[in-house]
Structures are given as C-alpha cells and as structure tokens.
C-alpha cells in the first residue's frame, strides 16, 4: 500500500540554499496551476537542488506525501518497479494512488526518458491527485506538461547570485574568506567564465582552500582539469565538471554528438541557416541539421538565445564548447569546420555587397536586418579572420571585411577589424588579386582615418589607389579617391573624388563624395556650401531608403542651422535624424542627436531639457565605451553646469574632455573658460584645469552626472595654464578681423608689419582651432 500521510523522504538540504529568490516564487506558483512540471536544463544548472527545495515548500499542499524517486542509475525497464518500490506500492500504481494528492518528484528522467513519458501520461490520467515535478536534460513532452528553462545563476553585479553562492561555498572551504576590492572583480570574472553553472562555481568555490581566486581565474582555460575535486559523496556525475558534461554527452544519439562537435566551430552564435551550411556533411545531411539542432535545445545542450535580424540565434555555454571543442579535435574535422565557417560568412558578406550594390534600390527593412545580423555575428567575423591568418591564406577573409567595409567603418558600429586587417595584409600572398588586395588597403585607410591616426591612412590609401588602377578596378579607385578626399579636403581632390563616384555609378558612393565636401565645408566655415552639400546626400539618401545617410545628411543640415543661428531648424532635424534609426545600434548617430537637441536646449536657455539630452548622451557613450564621444559630451556639459551656475565644476569637466580627447584647447573650451576666469579669477582656473586633466573617464562622467568632485590631493596642486587664450594683442587683433579688416589694413591700424599681423592671425587659428577669418568673426561676435 501507498506510504503513510505526510510522507516525504526529501533529503535534508547539506547546505545553504542561495539565489533563485524570484525563480523559487515563479516554480511555487507554476505548481498551482500545472499538474506536471519538468525543469530542464544543462548537467550541473543546479536542477535538482531547485526541485528538493520547491518540493519542500509545497509539501503541505500534498497531504499523501512527498516521493523523491532518482533515476539516474537506472536502466531501461526498470522505471515502473523502482518508482512503486519508492512509494511502498506492491500493486499496480495508478489503482493504489487512486485519489490521493501526492506530489512525485522525478529526479534525472534523461536514462529513461520514453518510460517516464509513459508513466506520467498513465497517472496524471487515472491519478486526479497526482502532481509530478521532473528535472530532465528534456522535456518529457506528455499532455499538460509545463517545462521551465532552469536559468544559470545571475553573473552581473557585486551582489549577483553566482557571486553570492561563491562567497558562502568558499567561505565553508576556508573560513575566514571575504571579498575584497582586489578580489570582488575577480570573482565576477570566474563567475562570469562558468557561465553561472551552480556545480562549476561550487567546484571553484572549494578550491580556495588552497588557491588564490586570481590562480583559479588564471587556470579557467583548462577548466576541467581545474574543476575535478568534488565531494566523495556526490554521484560521480558531479565529482567533477567533465564528469557532468560526459553524461550528458553519452546519452546523445550519433547524429546529435556529430552537430554538437560541430557547433564548436562557432565562437559565439550562430543562426539556423550558419549551422546547415557550416555543420552538415559527412553523416549529418543539412535537412537534418534544423531536427537535431531542436534535439539539442532540447536536451539543454545548446541554448536559444533570442532573435538576431529576425532569427534564433543559437550559443553554447562556455563550459559546453569546450567539450565539444576537445571532441571536435580528436574527430579530425577542425580543419574543415573552420574552412566552411569562414566561407559561410563571406557567403553573408556577399549578400550584405548585393544589397548595396548599384541600381540594386534595396529597402531600408531588408538592409536593416544584414545590419543587424552582422551586429550580432561580430565576434563570429573576428574568429573567421583569426583563423585565416592563422593557416596564412587571407583572400576569402579580406572579401569577407571589403564586402562590409560600411559596417566597419559606420555610426559607430565598428568592428575593430584594424590589427586583423593588418594581419591579413602581411600575408603577401600571390593569390590575392590586386583588386582586392587594393580595396583592403583603402579600408584600411578609413579606419585609422577613424582612428585619427592620419598618417597611415595617407599612406594605405595611395598604395590601395596605386593597386585599384593597375588592377582597372573602377569601384576601387572611387572609393579610394574619396577616402583621400576625406584625408585631405583639398577642393580639387573632392572635385575628383565627387566626378570619379558619379562614373562609377554607385549612388551610395556618390552621396560619401556629397558628405566629403558638407563636412569640409562646415569645418571651414562655409555654410551655403555645407548647407547645398548636405542636401545633396540627403536627396540621395532618400532615393536609396538609405537611413543611414539621411540620418548623416539631417544632423549636418541642423550644426549648419544651429550655426546659422536657426535653431528651430536645427531641432528638426536632429529629431527626425533620431526618429529614422530606431531599430539598429547606431550609438554614434544616436549620440549625437541627442547631444545636438541637448546643445540647441542650451542656446534657448531651457536648462531642463539641455540637461535630459545631454544626460542620455552621455550615458550613452559611456554604457557604449565611445571614448571620443564620452570627451565630447563633457564638453557640453561644461557649458550646461556653466549657464547653470557651477563654474568649478564647468571647469573641470573641459578640462577633462580636453584631455580624454587628446585635442589642444580651442575656441570652445574658451568659451567655457572666459566667464569662469571673470568669476573665480585665474589662480583657482589654473588649479582646476589641472585637477579636470587628471580624471579618469568615469570619474569626469560622475562628475557631470552625479556632481562628483575630484578627492583633494595630497600634494599642492600646480596651475597649469591654457593654451586656448588669447593674448592682449591677439584679441585686439580678433576683434579687428571681425571688422572685417585684412592683414594690412590691421598693420595700418596698430602701426605694425604686414608679416606681424600675418603672424598674429595665424597664432589666432591655431588656438581657436580655427582654419578662416570668418570662424575668428564669427566666435569674436557670439562672445560679445
């Protein structure tokens, strides 16, 4: 007969239970309403130490008892006698159970998954009491059954749940054991590395007994010889992390084992299509792939991880891979996994060219999601170049960066391609066509021209040139010559660059040339120009449904607007530049919308709104790690904090900017700067610029966002000067510019040469970062 009431033989809990605070009150709640639940997850995700203690938590909802029955050892056949002998039941189970409420935990169905299937079907029907809670690699997949993904534990934070269960398992190791500042990192990090695995951490977790948290965190990549010393008492299944991983691996079919190893081939992701065209072959046709690939989500070996572009995108926790990593080895397919890898993304490559190509007038949804599926890929691009410069044959993965050289170089959504390109580049082999050897270069060009690092982009962009017209590669020199337009910005080089685009034939080209010549001329000061200019790649722009470019073309048209004094046209467009990139991770253009809306708020004098757009562009460009972007924003917020009244800390974040940004001081930090001397007076400007230059990029960003200020240093603070301001003689002289007076009329005026006040203009420039006359006018005017 069936075990007395209120019969549970759930072991006493041998520890602590931590973490799951939110999952245990989701499971308590999911037991009301389903009959069967299955957790389901990776070997070593904590399943059945979350199910004893959900089980204990119900028990009293329970009242024919609790039934704990393991079937890990078990073999086929066997399921139906050892869950009666569990239960006390000599007869047949449904008819002894009959009404009673009695909950049926089933711990590790994987050995004998189909009859677990069969039995619970067969009781939940004849049992209306009956409530079963498995713990499974898989679903059981029965009428009713509810499967909860069994997640690993939280790894983001000080107070995180792998970090929590850390501290409490090694502080049972070695009593006495605490984080510290030099520790708590390095815990985050380990936890972070054994993907939240409760059984990896625990094993870590105990080796502090006799190692250091920085020796486990060196030796994590050989982390299964690392992680071997488990409890005596433990099912061998958890001695160590092999032995969890073996297990799993053992219960594979064939055909699954061959996809898992193959999987290893990926870094980071991948998407259905990658896995049918990088891990079919050879025992594993690519129509079965998509079924064993749901064989292995299933089995928790490999997770869904979301959607990229509109597609699951697919991972395999770090622990996973590198089993399958070390199967992949002794299988002898590596050589050929990764060859199809990298061929696989060129293939995406390809069709990334296609829809830009000439005449091609793609839609921006279509576009949007190859930008955003190689968004989502880019460490898969990173590993695929680092394997051909490993072998020494470069041209498939120089194809694969030419063909989307507007994601590496675009609105901030870099790949940081420049050493690998430059790798690649030094493999002088002779199958590398000089066509495409010529456009790598050009890239490579735009990159460190991204970089600022102007002087090899001068020198990549006339060899790449040199190599597009031996090889008679129109595309090539065309974008080659705007690139060294862009270089430049010599008038004539951008008359050639714009005539070379439009033979070409490439609008997208064409529009670069347009923005070439707005930039230059908003640089320079010549508005009407910028302002055609622009308009020009905005028109473009919109034929193509190129957001991108119309987003470029709208934030140029509001910094000619905003200059032009015009600051409800500038607002415009900075909210229909926000408006048009909604959907992909554009940070750079986002950035700047932001900050220019936070800018045009400060010129009408709304403190408030100035202050929300600016906080969100400077959150941003921190959260995004855009150091330039992070400089340039604290340059706004020196003029916000200023007009708000708080000169020190004005002070101190241009200060920081101009630092962090590697530029000399110029006419904008003199803006700053100005009112602040008249206010504090130079000694106090002089000790605070040099305080602002020695911030760290977080501590200038809590400066502006929290008012943080700098701690007081130990020793004397030395005032250091700036070199933005102008002399006596030299804002004499600026003031005599913006009269419009030329170099002889000032001589005449301040009885000086000719040459003097040549020289004294071009020392003007120079500070104020200026390149005409009109700039010096017009910022002489706007500080008056």
Request: aromatic residues 4%; hydrophobic residues 45%; contains cysteine.
């Amino acid at each position: 007969m069936l075990r007395s009431a209120d019969f549970s033989n759930l072991p006493a809990e041998p520890n602590a239970f931590v973490g799951r605070e939110s999952d245990m009150d989701e499971l308590v709640h999911l037991m009301r309403v389903s009959r069967a639940v299955t957790l389901c997850g990776a070997g070593g995700i904590g399943k059945t130490r979350l199910a004893l203690r959900l089980a204990a938590r119900i028990a009293s909802a329970h009242p024919a008892g609790v039934h704990l029955v393991e079937l890990a050892d078990l073999e086929k056949g066997e399921l139906r006698g050892h869950v009666a002998a569990a239960l006390g039941i000599a007869g047949d189970l449904a008819e002894t159970i009959g009404g009673r409420r009695v909950l049926l935990l089933l711990d590790n169905c994987e050995p004998v998954i189909g009859e677990c299937a069969e039995l619970c079907r067969d009781l939940l029907g004849a049992c209306p009491g009956v409530t079963v809670l498995a713990t499974s690699r898989e679903p059981l997949r029965v009428p009713g059954e509810t499967v909860w993904r069994v997640p690993p534990l939280s790894v983001h934070g000080e107070e995180s749940e792998a970090t929590r269960l850390f501290v409490a398992r090694a502080t049972a190791a070695r009593p006495g054991f605490e984080l510290t500042d030099e520790t708590r990192p390095l815990v985050t990090e380990l936890c972070r590395a054994l993907d939240g695995l409760p059984l990896a951490i625990e094993l870590a977790a105990a080796l502090v007994r006799v190692l250091s948290v920085g020796q486990l965190v060196e030796r994590l990549d050989d982390r299964f010889r690392l992680l071997a010393g488990g409890a005596r008492t433990a099912p061998a299944r958890h001695r160590t992390l092999r032995a969890a991983v073996d297990w799993s691996y053992r219960l594979l079919t064939p055909q699954e084992r061959l996809l898992l190893r193959r999987t290893a081939a990926f870094r980071s992701s991948w998407t259905l299509d990658l896995a049918e065209w990088v891990c079919s072959g050879p025992g594993l046709a690519e129509e079965d792939v998509l079924p064993r690939l749901c064989d292995l989500v299933d089995k928790s070996l490999v997770a869904l991880d979301g959607e990229i572009a509109g597609q699951a995108r697919y991972r395999l926790l770090e622990t996973v891979r590198d089993y399958a990593l070390e199967q992949l080895a002794e299988s002898g397919e590596e050589a050929e996994l990764r060859r199809r890898h990298l061929t696989a993304l060129a293939r995406l490559a390809g069709r990334f060219k296609e829809v830009l190509a000439p005449g091609a007038r793609t839609s921006w949804p279509v576009v949007e999601r190859h930008v955003n599926l190689f968004d989502g890929l880019k460490v898969e691009v990173s590993s695929a170049c680092d394997w051909s410069i490993a072998i020494g044959m470069p041209e498939t993965a120089l194809g694969l960066l030419t063909d989307i050289r507007f994601l590496l170089i675009g609105s901030g959504r870099k790949l940081d391609m420049a050493e690998r390109l430059d790798r690649l580049l030094a493999l002088d082999v002779p199958q590398v066509p000089r066509a495409l050897r010529g456009q790598a270069m050009i890239l490579r060009a735009e990159l460190a021209l991204a970089a600022g690092d102007l002087e090899p982009a001068m020198r990549c962009a006339r060899a790449g040139l040199e190599l597009c017209a031996a090889a008679a590669d129109v595309y090539g020199e065309a974008v080659g010559m705007v690139v060294l337009a862009q270089l430049t910005g010599e008038q004539e080089a951008l008359a050639r660059a714009l005539e070379t685009a439009r033979q070409s034939g490439d609008l997208v080209l064409e529009s670069m040339a347009q923005g070439t010549k707005a930039r230059f001329g908003l640089h320079q000061g010549r508005l009407h120009e910028a302002r055609r200019a622009f308009e020009e790649v905005l028109a473009i722009s919109e034929e193509l449904d190129n957001h991108y470019g119309q987003t470029f073309s709208h934030i140029g048209l509001a910094q000619v607007a905003r200059r032009s004094g015009d600051l409800a046209t500038a607002k415009r467009h900075y909210e229909s530049g926000l408006s048009l990139l909604r959907h992909v991770d554009a940070r750079q253009y986002t950035v700047s919308c932001l900050a220019g809306l936070g800018r045009v708020a400060l010129d009408q004098g709304d403190l408030v709104e100035a202050r929300a757009r600016l906080t969100e562009a400077l959150v941003l460009s921190r959260d995004a790690g855009l150091r330039t972007g992070i400089a340039r924003r604290l340059e706004a917020w020196a003029g916000l904090v200023a007009a708000e009244g708080d000169q020190r800390r004005a002070v101190l974040l241009v200060a920081a900017s101009v630092t962090l940004s590697g530029r000399q001081p110029d006419a904008r930090t003199e803006d700053v700067l100005r009112p602040a001397r008249a206010a504090l007076g130079e000694a106090v400007v002089g000790v605070l610029w040099a305080e602002g230059m020695n911030l760290t990029a977080d501590q200038a960003v809590a400066c502006a966002l929290d008012g943080a200020l700098p701690e007081p240093s130990a020793a004397p603070v030395v005032p250091v000067g700036q070199e933005s301001r102008l002399t006596a003689r030299e804002r004499e002289i600026a003031e005599l510019v913006a009269r419009g007076l030329s170099n002889r009329a000032i001589a005449e005026e301040l009885v000086i040469s000719p040459a003097t006040a040549a020289r004294h203009v071009a020392n003007i420039l120079s500070k104020l970062g200026f390149s005409t006359r009109t700039q010096i006018a017009a910022w002489v005017i706007g500080g008056r």
